[in-house]
């Protein structure tokens, strides 16, 4: 018996991922009463949320009274190209003030207003200054807090310990299996309801703000026990990253700099976003440097088109390089130092100085910075139940960023935590119902855990010679050069291929050593979660022949009316991917209504 | 700039013991120790352990002690040496070794458990929270750590004395505790534990934690001194005391 044979537990729910989302789903069932798991791949509190920089967007009025929930709804339609599922959407937009003022009864500090209110600042694709932020260093303050309130409340957590199959008993979950990272022995657990709070896929790309940990660990494992995967086809390049030096190209440079008023500039000292302002967002945005400029000084005016929403701001940069006025490091200017005093930037943005002044030698309080677009999020996911956050799998409930839906074809900044907490406490709600209601028993299947010992203890006894490093190292490349921000079918179809080979060269990786502590091997495993993240997402942008968010077709430049009805469902049958396009739910009239108004 | 070559001392082994093994490889421009300690892991050594995530500073992963200097490996540029020097690269002394460069840091979140949680006053009339800016400045300072868990390496109450750690919670849970007992909507009332179970008297203020603080937390004079100030209030002040002893009787 696979119980007697691998250390077992058992637990009504498991939250797998430790981030802002798993740790609220944790504290949610738990509070339940259920009995709750959380299980990490890394040490509490190191997950990527703690990378988050800017704030958490909730229509909370502070600055400007006027916000409100329907005005942030409509912020995340538009921004989202309007593929987004509107019921998320209007829940998100309802529920984030709540989650974020809760954080503060659990003793988080947020930056105040004068009137001793929470502060809120400006960012891309919202109309009113409204994300909740600490400096630069929100997502730290956020995780701490989460982490501290999830440990005083008992839960059991289990660290660097990384699940890689989930186990089902007539098509529900029964439970999950995977390793312990410190011994490499085998843990199993089983349990009623699994709550994915995994993060995105996006190390699948070289250039890329992700860690180690996002190999689409949460997508694959649902996708392998058949669960839909939806707008798949949907990344975020965050538009600007590091580019300079080399081992630091990718690393994040906060949106904030941009609402704190730091303008985009080509080596020609232009501040050529005022060439790329959309028809759809012509109405809202300023059209000269003199009318952005007003906006500064009151935010009454028409905004600055340096924070249009991301999809927009990358694809302009990426733009000016490849007509010759970028950096010779292949970036654009960022520049706040012209228009904000030194000690002004180190107060709103410590950890942005920080970091250019550590690993770039630039000082951004004198100098611009230097950057370029950077794959940051994956807006797809799996598909899920908007107001449960349940899966097409019975007892699997998936939340933040492993979970599509709420962004559409695009997500805005400061939205992703909001999300984390509004849907993180939805899917620890409906995981301990499910659970609560749940009659019958389940039982584990022996062979099935077998199977996936036998295939995580293979790359040791393998016959090949490839290096997991190496065959992560051409995946990315892959993906970069084929898979990017501009797309073409041809170039999709030969990364398919590639992604076909590298699967079979995944078969003959060779690990060295023993499994204590083995990041090789760790790699090896993950290399399954990879690809296929990478695969789902290829033939999801190979299906949607237009351009629209997070996914540009050079060959279909233009928004398509028929594909902005659909969602893109990836669903794997009998081991291999099959696609469809499902018609999105129908938006009620007084929503309708809310998109229109002209503001 | 043309890829340097480099000599790197990296200590490998497990609890049973291990010795510093010499690799010699390639340095890109910009490169920080951690680059280099993938491109040995990707290219000669493929089972080296070592702890990172954010590669910014960020998250407090990847401390170690560099040419006997502890850091956080992803902020530690390779242009800090001089060419031709060797870079040994050692995991933190003060917790049991795992392998190679990660250690066993449980120590740090068995302290945690046992600090009391944050519990808020009532909320004003209004339903609201305010706090001023200038009242919460100083606790945000603590709120920056990102838990690397360096300042806890360095201390010397128990960088080589495992006997002091039951009875000792250690720089970075002073920090905490600071930043809770400083907090202007917390209720909670944690002197007794800050004296004798977090054994904050241990503390001679040498200020070593504050030294590599990678975040700049200003630990001993902004944390651990006004501690030791307020438990010297409650338990020492003689007028306090008689005070008390007054308030007791009503």
Redesign the interface.
């Given at each position: 018996m696979a119980e007697a044979k691998y250390e077992t537990h058992e637990y009504d729910v498991v939250v797998i991922g430790a981030g802002g989302a798993g740790l609220r789903a944790a504290v949610e069932a738990s509070a339940q009463g259920v009995k709750t798991a959380l299980v990490c791949k890394s040490l509490l509190g190191k997950a990527h949320t703690v990378m988050a920089e800017g704030g958490i967007a909730a229509a909370m009025g502070n600055v400007y009274p006027e916000d409100n929930w329907k005005v942030h709804f409509r912020d995340t339609m538009r921004g989202g190209k309007l593929l987004n599922n509107w019921r998320m959407a209007q829940i998100h937009a309802q529920e984030a003030p709540d989650r974020v003022l809760e954080l503060e009864e659990w003793g988080a500090l947020f930056d105040r207003t004068k009137d001793g209110l929470i502060l809120q600042r400006d960012f891309g694709g919202h109309r009113y200054a409204r994300l909740a932020h600490v400096g630069d260093r929100t997502g730290l303050e956020m995780i701490r807090t989460l982490q501290q309130h999830a440990v005083h409340k008992g839960i059991d957590v289990y660290m660097e310990c990384n699940l890689q199959r989930l186990l089902t008993d007539g098509g529900r979950i029964a439970g999950a299996f995977g390793y312990w990272r410190e011994s490499g022995k085998f843990i199993m657990f089983k349990c009623k309801a699994v709550v994915l709070a995994t993060g995105g896929g996006g190390k699948a790309w070289k250039v890329t703000s992700n860690s180690w940990e996002y190999t689409g660990d949460g997508v694959t494992m649902a996708a392998d026990v058949g669960a839909d995967l939806m707008d798949i086809e949907f990344m975020q390049f965050h538009p600007t990253g590091m580019v300079w030096p080399p081992s630091v190209r990718g690393i994040l440079v906060t949106e904030g700099v941009r609402g704190d008023g730091g303008t985009l500039k080509n080596t020609e000292g232009k501040r050529f976003m005022f060439n790329y302002i959309p028809e759809f967002f012509k109405a809202e945005t300023a059209e000269t440097e003199q009318e952005a400029d007003a906006w500064y000084e009151d935010k009454k005016n028409r905004r600055t088109p340096d924070l249009l929403p991301r999809d927009e701001v990358a694809r302009a940069i990426n733009s000016e390089v490849k007509a010759g006025r970028g950096t010779p490091h292949g970036g654009v200017f960022l520049d706040i130092a012209s228009r904000r005093p030194a000690d002004y930037i180190q107060k709103r943005l410590p950890s942005m100085y920080h970091q250019f002044k550590e690993l770039a030698d630039v000082d951004i309080t004198k100098e611009a910075m230097e950057v370029g677009p950077t794959c940051h999020y994956s807006m797809g996911g799996v598909r899920v139940d908007a107001d449960s956050t349940a899966t097409t799998v019975p007892g699997l409930f998936a939340a933040g960023e492993v979970a599509a839906g709420l962004h559409g074809a695009n997500r805005l900044g400061g939205n992703s935590l909001s999300d984390l907490l509004v849907f993180g406490r939805r899917a620890g709600l409906y995981a301990a119902e499910y659970v609560k209601s749940f009659s019958g028993s389940l039982s584990v299947n022996n062979d099935q855990v077998e199977a996936h010992a036998r295939t995580m203890l293979a790359p040791f006894e393998s016959r090949g010679n490839e290096n997991p490093y190496t065959i992560h190292t051409d995946l990315q490349e892959c993906m970069q050069d084929l898979v990017g921000i501009i797309r073409v079918e041809s170039e999709l179809k030969q990364a398919l291929e590639i992604l076909q080979t590298l699967k079979q060269r995944s078969l003959n990786v060779k690990v060295e050593g023993n499994r204590h502590y083995n990041p090789g091997w760790h790699l090896a495993l993950d290399l399954h979660s990879l690809l296929t993240f990478a695969e789902a997402a290829t033939l999801a942008a190979i299906e949607r022949k237009e351009s629209r968010g997070g996914h540009t077709r050079d060959d279909y430049p233009n928004t398509d009316a028929k594909f902005a009805k659909v969602n893109v469902i990836v669903r794997m049958k009998n081991g291999e991917f099959r696609l469809s396009q499902e018609p999105l739910p129908e938006m009620p009239d007084d929503l309708k209504a809310l998109l229109e108004e002209k503001k | 700039m043309a890829d340097q070559q480099v000599h790197m001392r990296v200590w490998r082994g497990?609890a049973q013991g291990g010795n510093f093994r010499d690799y010699r490889i390639a340095v890109?421009?910009?490169?920080?120790v951690l680059?280099v300690i993938h491109a040995i892991?990707?290219?000669q050594?493929?089972?080296?352990?070592?702890?990172?995530?954010?590669?910014?500073?960020?998250?407090?992963?990847c401390s170690a002690e560099v040419n006997g200097k502890p850091r956080l490996m992803c902020?530690t540029?390779m242009n800090l040496f001089q060419p031709g020097e060797t870079i040994t690269v050692a995991p933190m002394r003060t917790f049991p070794i795992?392998?190679?460069l990660?250690t066993d840091?449980s120590f740090n979140?068995r302290k945690?458990?046992e600090i009391p949680?944050?519990k808020?006053k009532p909320k004003e009339a209004d339903g609201?929270?305010?706090?001023?800016?200038e009242d919460?400045d100083r606790?945000?300072e603590f709120?920056?750590?990102?838990?690397c868990f360096l300042c806890q390496n360095v201390c010397h109450v128990i960088r080589d004395h495992e006997e002091n750690k039951p009875a000792f919670a250690g720089p970075r849970f002073f920090v905490r505790l600071a930043s809770?007992e400083m907090?202007p909507?917390?209720a909670n009332d944690r002197m007794e534990l800050i004296k004798q179970k977090a054994g904050l008297g241990f503390c001679n203020i040498t200020k070593c934690c504050t030294e590599v603080c990678p975040e700049h937390i200003h630990i001993t004079d902004n944390a651990i001194i006004p501690l030791k100030e307020r438990v010297v209030d409650r338990y020492y002040d003689p007028i306090a005391k008689l005070l008390g002893l007054f308030s007791q009787k009503k």
């Open positions: - | 497990d890109g421009e910009g490169q920080v680059d892991q990707a290219q050594a493929n089972d080296l352990a070592v702890r990172w995530n954010c590669k910014a500073g960020k998250c407090g992963s902020m540029r795992i392998r190679d990660v840091v979140f945690a458990r949680a944050f808020p609201t929270r305010r706090m001023f800016q919460i606790v945000q709120h920056k750590c990102i838990e809770l907090h909507l917390d």
